[in-house]
């Protein structure tokens, strides 16, 4: 089976937003690839240091939110893996950053950005992350002497860079001690991100303007019933403007019945319904993706959530050790003459 790799930093419980941009697409994967799912604990240590109860917190939060959204660790093809239980990582992404030029990592968007940001304040931890992010990938490269076929990795388009960086870091690596990783794919959401209930450009968890997949059904009745609509349609019977509508961007992500939804935007630019009616459908389209995720995450409290991970775990050592001894061999560290 083909590998697939894909990553998430836990700080905080998953959105509507998330769902949308990532876990939709991870989720069919699980029918036709070998799938490692990473909760990527160091690398949230990048930004969110000295807060070591949000992290553990965000950890189980996370994993119930995957288990909800139907991540079923319980397939043999699906792994759940805790990035700071393998420590076979940090010794790869060690040995890339030797062969990773100081340049590529100022020229990578994100650090770019963050850099002009954060200023002083920024980690070397930081600065090394895009090496870190390779590592994760590749640990799970098959040798490109027996299979060749790419890693694919599902993300959202602002980890383009990142897969870029893999792809030059590990081709470089090739090309200095011979094949030895795999290049990776990435698989783009088509849906992009989600705006937030305020419209605002996403839905983040600092912006408070998120709807979370654990979300009760009392807070998110307020939630809807306080989203932003067309700013310019002060009365109920004056048309409106569905692009750009936060109401029906949602809509249009999760609801059902297409046609249902065609009629109310119809209506809506004919100026002949009202914006609460168009919110008590969302809230109804919600509330009915969010039932069975709810039920999904009532079992998953009763299961034992720390073996959950550590089986994952367990299978993703297997792997970066195997990759560890093909790098080490590629680059003489395993020290086969001095043994003889
Ligand atoms: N950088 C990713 C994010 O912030 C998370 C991540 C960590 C990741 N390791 C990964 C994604 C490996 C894909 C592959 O969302």
Redesign the pocket.
């Known amino acids: 089976m083909e590998k697939v790799?894909?990553?998430?930093?836990p700080t905080g419980k998953l959105h509507l937003g998330h769902f949308a941009g990532a876990l939709q697409q991870w989720l069919p994967l699980q029918q036709t690839h070998e799938c490692f799912f990473?909760m990527?604990d160091v690398?949230a240590l990048t930004t969110h240091i000295g807060k070591p109860a949000l992290i553990e917190e965000s950890v189980r939060d996370v994993l119930l939110d995957w288990l909800s959204v139907g991540l079923d660790p319980f397939r043999a093809n699906v792994h759940l893996v805790l990035q700071s239980h393998v420590r076979e990582l940090f010794e790869l992404t060690e040995l890339l950053s030797m062969v990773t030029p100081h340049s590529w990592i100022l020229s990578n968007p994100t650090i770019k950005t963050e850099l002009q940001k954060l200023k002083g304040l920024i980690s070397s931890g930081f600065m090394h992350y895009i090496v870190s992010?390779a590592g994760?990938?590749g640990f799970v490269s098959p040798d490109p002497r027996v299979d060749s076929s790419p890693i694919l990795?599902p993300?959202g388009d602002d980890?383009e860079a990142?897969l870029r960086d893999y792809n030059r870091i590990v081709a470089r690596f090739n090309e200095l001690y011979g094949p030895t990783f795999v290049p990776c794919k990435g698989l783009y959401a088509t849906m992009g991100r989600l705006v937030g209930i305020e419209g605002g450009e996403k839905m983040s968890k600092s912006a408070g303007n998120s709807i979370y997949l654990s979300e009760p059904v009392a807070s998110l009745r307020k939630k809807v019933n306080s989203m932003y609509t067309d700013p310019k349609r002060i009365h109920a019977d004056t048309p409106g403007t569905v692009e750009g509508n936060p109401v029906f961007i949602y809509l249009d992500a999760f609801a059902r019945n297409l046609s249902e939804v065609e009629e109310l935007k119809r209506r809506y630019r004919a100026g002949t319904v009202r914006d609460v009616e168009v919110k008590d459908y969302l809230f109804q389209v919600l509330n009915s993706f969010l039932t069975p995720i709810r039920e999904r995450r009532e079992a998953a409290e009763r299961t034992n959530l720390y073996n959950v991970l550590m089986d994952g775990t367990a299978k993703a050592q297997v792997l970066a050790s195997e990759t560890i001894q093909r790098v080490e061999a590629a680059m003489h560290l395993d020290y086969k003459t001095l043994r003889r």
């Open positions: 790799l894909t990553g998430i930093r990473l990527a690398q992010q994760d990938i990795v993300v980890q990142h």
